[in-house]
């Protein structure tokens, strides 16, 4: 999902990490700063995939608590 404003920023990467990115954007006919975009949205999304939410695990940790008995006798 595209984004029609942009804001620069300064960072440093290592050389064959720009040099892949460069030769992907080239390869594809694509921009660097768009494949360079749809690389940080994929690692957010691999983030936040990967990582269940705080209330979630709080809730599961608070269910264990209050039913291990009950879990237990299910899982025999």
Sequence with gaps: MPSAAREKFSSQAAP???AA???IAERQGRQ???VLDEALRDYIDRQQKE???RHVMDAFASS???FDSLYRELAK
């Design 51 to 53: 990582q269940p939410r």
């Design 64 to 66: 264990l608590d209050e």
């Design 16 to 18: 064959e990490v720009l």
């Design 32 to 34: 660097f700063q768009a």
């Design 21 to 23: 990115l460069r030769q």
